[in-house]
């Protein structure tokens, strides 16, 4: 492993080299080298294709090992950028880690082949994995500080605890670690950027911002993207942050910088910003030649900024080495690389087999018995707060019971923080005894932050990427976020995030890094004025995310013993509540403990049937149910209803079992009927059950439009009892 020259040990003496000693300069330099050598090395092997892709850290060595030698690997927390050669070598990866990464092998640390090179990810060092989305990373850092803090005041909350997913979440805290997050001028103007600072500033967090400018994204140079060209003259108004703006080729500039921004930030005074001017000696990557846009003049000038070659010059000015032992030094860390290089190429390739290993958790099973506890579901004292509504055994909503179940596993799991907009009961805690208390716009999370504090319930921006990354941050820290979107039609800016982060966590890093956050999301329309905005639904859009669960009750009873399982398992959860089925008479339940739970992937045959099945969820239950009642009445027509309840994964066998019997399927559900759930659960009903049809598979869906806010046509958008009527008799006469 590569020695890391701790800050701590710099002695204040050497005049000419910034105070470091001749032994911390050299291997500053060393350290500097070696990346550019991996990077060389990587490009020969691209050119021979024996790799498939390469991006090099060429130009910012001596602003990333400055960085990396003021913090600490491995107590620390570092979410870099796809450049980061330099750092993560400083931080301890090593050259054969790396070169195994490139060659895609099984061994490959970071991801077992599955990401590109320098797709950094260690969980000894604690550099979390990173994706290929530029600024989504900032974000994470963010909730992985404000976890750490929240583990300092809160010690107790680390303790494992068999039964859930906190037995495979092992956490690790200090209370005075820094987080480092990375990213290049470039990536600044992605909206999350913002929304990171806010958070950091507004918070005071530990988090050290590093903007590598080269002056480049790809062939965009810097003017083009930021407005006066200079990113710090923009950000400099941000409360509580301790600024940089720097010369990044020169190493020990920038560790002199970066021992003043980790004091900063070890001292609890608030976040770093730290903007390193820095070159691209090489392209932005090798496919591309920035010949097509940069002229000579522009590429000599970074080319003479080279941080190696003025290292280089540097060392034999103030004596500490000769051309001699310089050649010397390189000679040595050729063979080091070529070694490594040798055994990268020698190793094992991941098996076919494996691939969906880690797409979710190896440990909790979320569809096993371990959550069935429906023998526990003796109707008992509420355990909700002021929206928990009546106490005692009587029929409660679903909104109640959500309440409840909430209420219940905070109380069980110091670990699980719940934000979102205004779920808070009031943010001024000097208004929380005055007032009722707001507790979400739907009143779900009611009572939260009464009972458990303002650390542990409190109101995010107006954000929905900032309420997501956080949430990523916060769980691979090992926390429960509970996060809730406000409405599933403003879920589209947290959509990157789910999408590329949040799911896709655990199986990009080889079951390094997993996220197991819940996300709660009112969803759905029959609400006659909702219009647009206030009634979408749009599951399929992810479903289709592999990694991600994805829950959508029907009821009260079910929302609570599948809310239960969402926050105790392992994966990350989009739990889905519908709306109008919030304080609906249909589908009350009496409260039904603290310990109860729904498996995953468990339908429930809510009317059972023999001339049709009808697969459904959501709000389409009751309606299904109104127009199967009438089916029976008028036409002799037994419908068996099959409540989905999880999407994904779903109970493929009740489908089958029922469609074996019936012979006849309709699928149903509220979403536009073109590219919907519908269409998978059908294609596959006419895949493998054909021999068992007796005519064909039906769906239902809302016309494809958006929901209109007048209601007769939102009633003509949205499917009603009476359009399932009509096809269930239609497909029993066929
Ligand atoms: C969200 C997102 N959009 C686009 C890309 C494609 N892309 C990869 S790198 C890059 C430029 C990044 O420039 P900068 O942030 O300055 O970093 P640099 O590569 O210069 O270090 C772009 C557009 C991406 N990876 N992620
Ligand atoms: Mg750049």
């Given at each position: 492993m590569v020695p890391v020259v701790s800050s701590a040990r710099v002695?204040?003496?050497?005049a000419g080299s910034g105070g470091l000693s001749p032994q911390q300069m050299i291997e500053i330099y060393r350290l500097m080298v070696l990346s550019r050598r991996v990077d060389d090395r990587e490009i020969v092997l691209k050119r021979q294709q024996k790799t498939y892709f390469q991006i090099s850290a060429a130009g910012h060595e001596a602003l990333q090992v400055g960085a990396a030698l003021a913090m600490r690997s491995g107590y620390d927390w570092f979410f870099p950028y796809y450049r980061d050669r330099a750092l993560c070598l400083a931080l301890g990866v090593t050259p054969t880690e790396m070169l195994l990464q490139a060659v895609g092998a099984a061994t490959d640390p970071a991801s077992g082949g599955r990401q590109m090179p320098t797709h950094w990810s260690s969980p000894p060092h604690h550099i979390v994995s990173v994706s290929?989305?530029?600024?989504?990373q900032l974000l994470h850092a963010v909730g992985c500080a404000e976890a750490g803090r929240y583990f300092n005041h809160h010690p107790e909350a680390a303790q494992k605890n068999e039964g859930d997913y906190r037995a495979y979440r092992d956490v690790v805290f200090h209370g005075d670690e820094v987080v480092l997050a990375t990213l290049g001028e470039g990536a600044t103007s992605q909206g999350e950027f913002w929304e990171a600072l806010n958070t950091a500033a507004n918070r005071k967090l530990p988090v050290i911002f590093l903007v590598e400018d080269n002056g480049y994204a790809i062939s965009t140079p810097v003017e083009v993207s930021t407005p006066g060209g200079n990113i710090s003259k923009l950000v400099d108004n941000f409360p509580s942050f301790h600024f940089a703006e720097f010369d990044g080729t020169d190493p020990v500039v920038s560790l002199r910088e970066f021992e003043a921004a980790v004091a900063h930030c070890r001292a609890g005074l608030g976040p770093a910003f730290m903007h390193g001017h820095c070159v691209r000696?090489?392209?932005?990557?090798?496919?591309?030649?920035?010949k097509h846009y940069r002229s000579a003049a522009e590429r000599e000038a970074d080319i003479k900024r080279d941080p190696l070659t003025l290292m280089q010059m540097r060392l034999m000015r103030e004596g500490i080495l000769n051309p001699e032992q310089i050649n010397q030094l390189e000679q040595q860390l050729d063979l080091e690389v070529a070694e490594a290089a040798e055994r990268a190429l020698k190793a094992p390739m991941p098996e076919v087999a494996g691939i969906t290993d880690h797409v979710y958790s190896h440990d909790l099973d979320p569809t096993s018995v371990a959550f069935a506890t429906e023998h526990a579901h003796a109707p008992g004292e509420a355990g909700g707060g002021k929206a928990g509504g009546a106490k005692g055994s009587g029929p409660r909503t679903m909104a109640d019971l959500i309440n409840a179940c909430l209420h219940d596993e905070m109380r069980r799991d110091p670990r699980i923080v719940v934000y979102g907009e205004d779920v808070a009961d009031a943010s001024r805690d000097e208004a929380l005894d005055e007032v009722e208390g707001k507790g979400g716009v739907f009143k779900l999370t009611a009572g939260l932050q009464t009972e458990f504090g303002s650390e542990r319930v409190f109101n995010s921006p107006l954000a929905e990427a900032n309420i997501v990354g956080r949430a990523v941050g916060y769980a691979v820290r090992g926390m429960k976020p509970v996060v809730e979107i406000q409405f599933f039609d403003y879920i589209w800016p947290a959509y990157h995030q789910i999408h590329n982060e949040l799911a896709l966590m655990r199986w990009r890093s080889n079951g390094g890094w997993a996220s197991p956050a819940v996300i709660r999301v009112p969803i759905g329309g029959y609400l006659t004025g909702g219009s647009i905005y206030h009634s979408q639904c749009g599951e399929s859009l992810f479903t289709h995310i592999p990694g991600l669960r994805v829950v959508f009750p029907s009821n009260a009873f079910d929302a609570n013993g599948l809310l239960r399982t969402a926050i105790r398992c392992d994966d990350p959860v989009l739990f889905l509540e519908h709306k109008r089925l919030y304080r609906e008479t249909y589908g009350r339940a009496p409260y039904p403990g603290p310990d109860f739970a729904i498996p995953f992937g468990k339908a429930k045959i809510v009317r059972p049937g023999t001339h049709i099945t009808l697969v459904t969820y959501g709000a389409i239950v009751p309606r299904a149910m109104q127009a199967a009642q009438k089916a029976q009445r008028q036409n002799g027509i037994e419908v068996e209803i099959v409540?989905?309840?999880?999407?994904?994964?779903?109970?493929w066998e009740s489908i089958v079992n029922s469609v074996k019997k019936t012979s006849r399927v309709i699928v149903a559900h509220e979403d536009m009927l073109s590219w919907g759930y519908g269409a998978e659960i059908a294609a596959r009903i006419g895949d493998e059950l054909f021999d068992s049809l007796d005519a064909p598979v039906r769906r239902i869906g809302s016309m494809d439009t958006f929901v209109a806010y007048n209601p007769v046509l939102e009633d003509a958008i949205l499917p009603q009892p009476e359009t399932i009527l009509k096809a269930i008799v239609e497909l029993k006469a066929y």
């Open positions: 002695p204040q003496t050497m290929s989305s530029t600024t989504t000696v090489y392209s932005h990557s090798l496919s591309d030649d920035d409540d989905l309840r999880t999407l994904s994964p779903y109970d």
